[in-house]
Nanobody, 123 residues
Framework: VQLQASGGGLVQAGGSLRLSCAAS????????MAWFRQAPGREREFVAA????????DYLDSVKGRFTISRDNAKNTVHLQMNSLKPEDAGVYYCAADFSQSMSVQSFEYDIWGQGTLVTVSS
């Protein structure tokens, strides 16, 4: 499986962006999908995760109520709708897949990563 993230860009504070992650390749395994982000000079941090059937979802506390993760397994895509963006939300956003389905917030638990898409939020 390979992941391709897209949808980043420049937005003013308070604005919205929708990130997408497309999975390609074949696998018979189910997997958790997650978004992480990394700002310059900072460690990569967990943003959101969604289980295979979408029944379990987890968010970083600071994005709860503003971000929504969703997935469409028929289209092999995962989305992150980001509303009310703040300057501190800026960074490179990565999508990742975890075949152990642990719903972990730890980046080392994830097996496959997309290339990242840059989100810039101007104040």
């Amino acid at each position: 499986v390979q992941l391709q993230a897209s949808g980043g860009g420049l937005v003013q504070a308070g604005g919205s962006l929708r990130l997408s992650c497309a999975a390609s390749g074949r696998t018979r395994n189910r997997y958790v999908m997650a978004w992480f982000r990394q700002a310059p000079g900072r460690e990569r941090e967990f943003v959101a995760a969604i289980s295979w059937m979408g029944l379990s979802i987890d968010y970083l506390d600071s994005v709860k109520g503003r971000f929504t993760i969703s997935r469409d397994n028929a289209k092999n895509t995962v989305h992150l709708q980001m509303n009310s963006l703040k300057p501190e939300d800026a960074g490179v956003y990565y999508c990742a897949a975890d075949f152990s389905q642990s719903m972990s917030v730890q980046s080392f638990e994830y097996d496959i990563w997309g290339q990242g898409t840059l989100v810039t939020v101007s104040s």
